[in-house]
T-cell receptor, first 117, second 108 residues
């Protein structure tokens, strides 16, 4: 059974703090993703990684950075948290699709609800 | 990714088929159509995907029109546990763009 785990279900941080959100998958997936989900805006991709130390910006990377030092772990970093980063953060992983072929099923973690006050 | 358009919400009676439409009129020839759903308080879950042909698995069927400009996800016998937001995505490559989706309410 594929498992994607996230370090916290709920997190409360203060404005200006550095925040780390951790995601771990146990299926040897090459791809890992970070999304945020806000009411009325759906899921938006923040960053994507297809290999260790590799990353690509998604639709809304501003204010975020990522780290992938090991294949199974993908971290999202908020360098200086702001109130507009209050959101639900979802991590996902999948196998790497071949060029021109379909993407593989993304498996999602349970999410971290981050509140920045 | 091609833009997709879905109704905001739909209702379905329990035990009946739920037919969820999706419009993707600008889809390119090699973009796939994916469906995911998100049950309240959980992460999204993959349902099915297709390119040209109709597809069926244990969860649902996907009907893609011949011109590929639209598709329909069919849940043959909806249950209360199928109440969720359903996302239709047209994409090429590993990244998917989730839109607003359709909120399906299955009623007893």
């Amino acid at each position: 059974d594929v498992k994607v785990t996230q370090s916290s279900r709920y997190l409360v941080k203060r404005t200006g703090e550095k925040v780390f959100l951790e995601c771990v998958q146990d299926m040897d997936h090459e791809n890992m993703f970070w999304y945020r989900q806000d009411p009325g805006l759906g899921l938006r991709l923040i960053y994507f990684s297809y290999d260790v130390k590799m990353k690509e910006k998604g639709d809304i990377p501003e204010g975020y950075s990522v780290s992938r030092e090991k294949k199974e772990r993908f971290s999202l970093i908020l360098e200086s948290a702001s109130t507009n980063q209050t959101s639900m953060y979802l991590c996902a992983s999948s196998f790497l699709g071949r060029f021109g072929g379909p993407s593989y099923e993304q498996y999602f973690g349970p999410g971290t609800r981050l509140t920045v006050t | 990714d091609a833009k997709t358009t879905q109704p905001t919400s739909m209702d379905c009676a329990e035990g009946r088929a739920a037919n969820l439409p999706c419009n993707h009129s600008t889809i390119s020839g090699n973009e796939y159509v994916y469906w995911y759903r998100q049950i309240h308080s959980q992460g999204p879950q993959y349902i099915i995907h297709g390119l040209k042909n109709n597809e069926t698995n244990e969860m649902a069927s996907l009907i893609i029109t011949e011109d590929r400009k639209s598709s329909t996800l069919i849940l043959p016998h909806a249950t209360l546990r199928d109440t969720a937001v359903y996302y239709c995505i047209a994409s090429l490559g590993n990244m998917l763009t989730f839109g607003g989706g359709t909120r399906l309410m299955v009623k007893p």
